[in-house]
């Protein structure tokens, strides 16, 4: 284990953040990091129009077409559950 977090190799590490991320932590300073999940598997959904690929890192950009909602979900983002209900009442 690496005493100074700070030099660790594999760093600097940061929070999960967006949809494919989880929480992990590095073998080699044993500091609080992510790790991507499954394929298939979120925490909460997209933003109804994200734009990035279904599988990508950090937070979901707006601007795109969406896409089709993942096979399983773990957990639901507040934030973006009440812009996909938004989205759903706008009329067409």
Same mark, same amino acid.
């Given at each position: ?15 999960? &953040?967006?949809?494919? @991320?989880? %929480?992990?932590? !590095? ?10 999940? $499954?394929? +298939? &598997?979120?925490?909460? @959904?997209? %933003?109804?129009? !994200? ?10 950009? $707006?601007? +795109? ?28």
């Amino acid at each position: 284990m690496i005493s100074d977090r700070s030099a660790c190799p594999k760093g600097p590490h940061r929070p999960p &953040e967006g949809p494919n @991320e989880d %929480l992990a932590q !590095c073998a080699e300073c044993w500091s609080p990091t992510y790790a991507m999940r $499954p394929e +298939g &598997e979120t925490y909460g @959904e997209h %933003l109804p129009d !994200c734009s990035l690929p279904l599988r990508h890192e950090s937070y979901c950009q $707006p601007g +795109g077409s969406g896409h089709p909602p993942a096979v399983k979900v773990r957990g639901y983002w507040p934030a973006a559950e009440h812009q996909a209900r938004l989205a759903a009442e706008e009329p067409s």
